[in-house]
Every structure is written in structure tokens, then in C-alpha cells.
């Protein structure tokens, strides 16, 4: 079966192991992207929405997203596949947890954004090292035990959080309007999918660099969409822009729950 872009290829020792639980992460369709990309935007307008909407103060935010994060991981690391609405919500939650990460150690620590982006690469690196010494791969493809589960939603975390901080530090080193920032971004995925199909980039840091270039992409959409025309962007506001994103991402994971594509394309790859 043909795969989509940025499918990793298992080898024959990730695939020998006997399964604690069949694969927790969904297949790399055109849909997880949609989704990421959605969600990504949904963790900076509704981070603003709690924070200042709602004056829920950024420490506020925090707890309480913290709190719904842990909750919701609870029931992914207790269930024994991929449950779309469960994956998702997690994500859509990370996604939230990181930007407002990001946003603490600048905003209420005074840490400089250069700071911030180095101190996120680093725990990202030292995540991907602890993985990879653990588990001898870092493929999403395998994560069907709970370490490896572990190892990857700490991944994700800290690739939200990077995102965020080295988005805001590029947007302010070169200011860029938003529709600007977004075609950048658009174009820095571009040259990782063109380099991975044409010129062989290793398929699991296309993946991740993928991952990690989208938050930034998604930033810039959702600030776009939400904030003031006199600033650049649509006027949306970020109650409104939050409340369509989230509406097309259930609406999306229910297509998902419902066709099951994602799963029937686990179980393909498995059986290869």
C-alpha cells in the first residue's frame, strides 16, 4: 500500500517485539496534518482567550490547562489503541500547554526569547537522545509500549514549546506580518518534504521537523485570523477563531471515529 508523506519505514527489529498494545499513534495521512495544523492554532488563540479574554492570568492558565492535559493522558496511556477523540484532545490540550510553557518563561520570568529557544531545543534533544538510547528508534510507527509512549508525548511537549518560542523570535527578528510569517513556514515544509522525497532525508527527522515547523505555521494563522484588521489580521477575535478551529476538528475526528481510515491504514502497515 502506498504511503503518505513522512510514513516512517520500520525495520524488521522495530516490528519483532510481541505488542503490549497495537500502535497509539495514528497513520500520517493528509488528515494528521490538517489536524496538527488546526490544533496548533487552537493552542495560541485559546491560550489567549483563557489568559487575557477570560483574565484567567497566565499562571492561572497553566493550572488549570495542566490539569485537563494530565487528565486526558490518563485515559490515552490507559487505552490499548488509538482512540481518535482521546489522541486528538491530547494533542489539541499539548498544543495549549506548550504555547503557555513558551509564554511563562518569557512573559512572567523574563526570559529572552534567543534564551527560551535554546533552553526548548535543548530538552527536545535531550528527549530524542533519552528515546533513541532507550528504544534504538524514534519512529512513531512503534510506539506501542508505555515508555515509548512516554518518550513521545514528552516529544511532543517540547516541540509545541520550541515551536512557539522560535516562532516569535523569527516573527520579531524579521518582522513579518502574519500572512507573511505563514508562507515562510509553508515554505520552510516545503524544502523538508522536497528533501525528504528527492533527495533521502532520514524519514523520522523529516517527520519531526515537520512536526515542529508547523506550530509556528499554525501561530501565525490563528494571529492572522484573530487579531484586529488595524494589526493585520481579520478581526476574528480569538473566541471566534478557537470556536471554527475546534468545530473542524471535531468535526474531523468524528469522520475519522467513524470511516476508521487512520486505523485500517495502522493495520495495513503493521501487516506489511
Known amino acids: 500500500m502506498a504511503k503518505d508523506l513522512f510514513v516512517l519505514n520500520e525495520s524488521a527489529a522495530d516490528l519483532s517485539p510481541v ?3 497495537l500502535n497509539k499513534v ?4 493528509i488528515f494528521f496534518w490538517i489536524i496538527k495544523i488546526l490544533a496548533t492554532t487552537v493552542g495560541e488563540t485559546a491560550a489567549d482567550f483563557l489568559n487575557v479574554k477570560l ?7 497553566t493550572l488549570v490547562m495542566s490539569g485537563l492535559l494530565l487528565l486526558t493522558l490518563l485515559f490515552q496511556f490507559r487505552a490499548k489503541k488509538y482512540v ?8 489539541v490540550l499539548i498544543s495549549v500547554v506548550g504555547t503557555l510553557g513558551s509564554d511563562n518563561l518569557t512573559d512572567n520570568l523574563g526570559v529572552s526569547l534567543e534564551t527560551t529557544t535554546l533552553i526548548f531545543t535543548a ?9 533513541y538510547a532507550s528504544e534504538k528508534t524514534l519512529s512513531i510507527h512503534s510506539i506501542y509500549t508505555i515508555k515509548r509512549e512516554g518518550f513521545y508525548w514528552l516529544a511532543i511537549l517540547f516541540t509545541f514549546a520550541l515551536g512557539t518560542a522560535a516562532g516569535d523570535l523569527l516573527a520579531e527578528g524579521l518582522n513579518l506580518g502574519y500572512w507573511m510569517s505563514a508562507l515562510l513556514f509553508i515554505l520552510m515544509i516545503g524544502v523538508v518534504a522536497v528533501a525528504h522525497l528527492r533527495f533521502k532525508l532520514n524519514a523520522v527527522w523529516a517527520f519531526w521537523i515537520a512536526y515542529i515547523l508547523t506550530r509556528p505555521l499554525g501561530a501565525s494563522l490563528g494571529d492572522y485570523l484573530s487579531q484586529a484588521s488595524q494589526d493585520g489580521g481579520l478581526g476574528l477575535g480569538t473566541a471566534g477563531t478557537s470556536a471554527i478551529f475546534l468545530v473542524i ?13 487512520d486505523e485500517i491504514l495502522l493495520l495495513s502497515s503493521d501487516e506489511e
Do not use: D, H
Open 26 to 29: 495514528p497513520e500520517i495521512t
Open 55 to 61: 483574565n484567567f492570568g497566565l499562571t492561572g492558565t
Open 249 to 261: 476538528i471535531m468535526s474531523l475526528v468524528i469522520y475519522l471515529t467513524k470511516t476508521r481510515i
Open 19 to 21: 505488542r503490549q498494545m
Open 123 to 131: 530538552a527536545m534533544l535531550a528527549t530524542f537522545a533519552s528515546w
Open 84 to 91: 481518535p477523540c482521546i489522541y486528538w484532545l491530547a494533542v
